[in-house]
């Protein structure tokens, strides 16, 4: 089972900031937390990934409270282009003993102009 | 293109046929996965290769199903005696092994109707 609780669909208005919020409050302390994100018809798409600390690369930035229990992955500036179903994944860093994703049903975002 | 294919990209059977899929990873990655998708759900880790060798197997996979790696290069899935129940989007990927982050890239899928 997924570990992870997200928002079953959150809504955006075009060039805004997107905050897409996850719970994992059962993560432990080797486990990364992962977002990846599937546009319509398409495969999944690695966002981002982090520990403990903040993190931000040309697509997304990701806030990991202190505790570890929650994290916000922000689109800082939302098109169209990026209504998808986005998924928040907590697993080993390392790919354990498999590496599989365990995805649950993920956050419908979308963007409207 | 150097990413995950997978052909064909939509199959059409009639129950209790047999299908194959193919999948072609990114060509350095040694570790190859497939999933599951049903509509409205996440992706469902089915089993996974680390070079030829399978690893892993999910019980979502029954006996119908079987998958392949001969050369640690590309994969094939099997479906025998299809049902309706498989009707599904069929997703590959693919991952390096050896870095912190085996980052998975996924393939665009194959949608299999099952009539």
């Known amino acids: 089972d997924a570990k992870t609780t997200q928002p079953p669909s959150m809504d955006c208005a075009e060039g805004r900031a997107a905050n897409l919020p996850c719970n994992h409050s059962?993560?432990?302390?080797?486990?990364?937390v992962y977002w990846y994100r599937q546009i319509h018809s398409q495969g999944p798409q690695y966002i981002i990934h982090g520990l403990k600390n903040n993190e931000t690369n040309e697509m997304a930035s990701l806030i990991i409270t202190e505790d570890r229990k929650s994290s916000t992955l922000i689109l800082p500036h939302a098109t169209l282009r990026d209504t998808a179903v986005y998924y928040c994944i907590v697993r080993d860093g390392n790919g354990g003993s498999q590496g599989n994703l365990i995805f649950g049903k993920g956050t419908k975002l979308s963007v409207k102009p | 293109d150097t990413g995950v294919s997978q052909n064909p990209r939509h199959k059409i059977t009639k129950r209790g046929q047999n299908v194959t899929f193919r999948c072609d990873p990114i060509s350095e990655h040694n570790r190859l996965y497939w999933y599951r998708q049903t509509l409205g759900q996440g992706p469902e880790f089915l089993t996974y290769f680390q070079n030829e060798a399978q690893l892993e197997k999910s019980r979502l996979l029954s006996d119908r199903f079987s998958a392949e790696r001969p050369k640690g290069s590309f994969s094939t899935l099997e479906i025998q005696r299809t049902e309706q129940g498989d009707s599904a989007m069929y997703l590959c990927?693919?991952?390096?092994?050896?870095?912190?982050?085996?980052?998975?890239?996924f393939g665009p899928g194959t949608r299999l109707t099952v009539l």
């Open positions: 059962t993560i432990s302390g080797n486990e990364y």
């Open positions: 990927a693919s991952s390096f092994l050896g870095t912190r982050l085996n980052e998975q890239f």
